[in-house]
């Protein structure tokens, strides 16, 4: 089978710089073979880049889950795509970027991509990278639920409009942000100044190390119940047996598990790469070597409303099967 196109879901608060950045990127002719996808009206055609407009249409399927809906607007438009891939009446497709709009959730579009039986054959989720705007990004954390969610899913994150911000500004967000989000690359760009190989560039990173660069002075923000937890293993792990307690944890309580991210070694030379988001778990990659001398298992799951010890209490009761006895490496309450 030939090789299946990228999808990259760029998403982020109102106003905090996705199209600014989106812009700049396609200016860079590495990525003259990618298509974009916008889900507003009114944005203006971007040269030789092909433009399809996404409605916001979505067919909810049964269980009533959000995350688990079906955007078919955004099934027609990549089944089209692919059609004029195949034809060749467009230069030959090896990335989609989607812009989503600032209050959208990607959860979505991962479910989209994932289970539609033509998508998941010729498309792949690459990553999901989240603008957030150093001078609001403070404020929509605290006041707006969806921004905190984009987070939380996020594999990159672009802090943009540094600019305008203060050096101390800019620094208690990204202490917040990697509270939330450990596993994220925290990337800082004015006007959409990145570079696009940094950018696209795998990110392989588990942070086990939940607190490390917390800021103290980072207080006064409105309680949350959010829970950021690093869990670690001591023996390698029955890929299958996890694979079963993990679904079943998301059966039960996938609207609560914001995002899971783990690298976990099954006995075997690499880890196996694990990343989800809410039910969503991507399908998981076997990377040949381990990205640094740490060869244990690491899960980091971001959570709302779930209580660490019981993801731990329920971890032990699996630990014959799982062959190996799980721990709390750090727990952190987000804000
Ligand atoms: N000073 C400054 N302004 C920026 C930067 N990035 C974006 N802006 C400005 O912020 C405003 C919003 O940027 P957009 O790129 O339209 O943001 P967006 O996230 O696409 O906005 P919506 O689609 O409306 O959610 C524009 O006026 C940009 O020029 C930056 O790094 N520095």
């Not at 203006?44 to 399809?52: A, E, N, Q």
């Not at 869990?231 to 079943?248: R, V």
């Not at 640094?292 to 959570?303: A, G, L, N, P, T």
């Not at 660490?308 to 721990?327: K, M, N, T, V």
Request: net charge negative; with cysteine.
């Amino acid at each position: 089978m030939s090789k299946k196109r990228k999808i990259t879901i760029i998403t982020g608060f109102l106003g905090s710089g996705k199209t600014t950045l989106l812009t700049n990127l396609l200016k860079d002719p590495s990525l003259k073979n990618t298509a974009v996808l916008v889900n507003e009206f009114g944005r203006v055609g971007l040269d030789h880049h092909l433009l399809r407009r996404v409605d916001e249409r979505t067919l909810l399927l049964g269980g009533g889950c959000l995350c688990c809906t079906v955007r078919e607007d955004l099934v027609n438009s990549l089944r089209e795509l692919l059609d004029h891939d195949h034809r060749g009446d467009i230069e030959p497709l090896d990335r989609i970027i989607i812009e989503t709009s600032g209050l959208a959730d990607p959860a979505p579009i991962l479910f989209t991509v994932l289970t539609d039986t033509v998508l998941q054959h010729h498309f792949e989720i690459d990553q999901v990278i989240v603008t957030i705007d150093a001078v609001n990004g403070q404020l929509h954390l605290d006041r707006q639920p969806e921004s905190m969610k984009q987070a939380a899913v996020a594999d990159k994150m672009i802090i943009t409009k540094t600019d305008i911000a203060s050096k101390e500004e800019t620094e208690q967000l990204v202490s917040r942000l990697r509270l939330i989000n450990p596993s994220a690359d925290i990337i800082e760009s004015v006007y959409g100044d990145v570079d696009s190989v940094e950018l696209f560039a795998p990110n392989e990173k588990v942070n086990h190390n939940v607190s490390g660069s917390f800021d103290t002075s980072v207080k006064g923000h409105h309680a949350s119940n959010t829970q950021t937890i690093s869990l670690t293993f001591d023996q390698p792990l029955d890929w299958s047996a996890f694979g079963l307690w993990l679904s079943m944890l998301l059966h039960a309580r996938g609207q609560d598990v914001l995002r899971v991210k783990g690298m976990i070694d099954v006995g075997d030379r690499g880890p196996v790469l694990l990343n989800g988001v809410q039910h969503i778990i991507h399908p998981p990659e076997h990377l040949d070597e381990w990205p640094d001398e740490d060869k244990r298992s690491h899960v980091v799951f971001i959570m709302r409303s779930i209580e660490s010890e019981q993801i731990l209490l329920s971890l032990h009761a699996f630990q014959d099967i799982l062959g190996s006895r799980a721990s709390i490496r750090e727990k952190m309450e987000v804000h």
